[in-house]
């Protein structure tokens, strides 16, 4: 079981569903829903961005069950923010690697 996870089976999202618990059990429609539904919450409605589900795919694919971990931890415990700055889904693009995700996960000790 994840470190950030809830002790509950399940987490509910800002729509009301409940999402997997485990990291090995998100997919990356998963991931971004959960992304979009916590940045709506967090930081209200955002302009769409074309290449969302690329974005976060493209996340999910890279750092496999670490997305979870690294998408908990800025939600979770960081509240939407990152370095004084709400997290969008451009955040999670390759170009933002080394100033986002790679920083986390030090953080966190993965």
Known sequence: ??????????????????????????TPALLARFVRDEITRRNGPQLPVQQESQIITGFFERYGEMSVKIVRYVFDVCGGMWRGAPVTVRRFAPGQDNYFAEPILREIGA
Do not use: F, H, I, K
């Open 1 to 26: 079981m994840s470190t950030l996870a809830s002790a509950s089976p399940q987490v509910s999202n800002v729509s009301g569903s409940s999402l997997p618990v485990t990291d090995a059990e998100w």
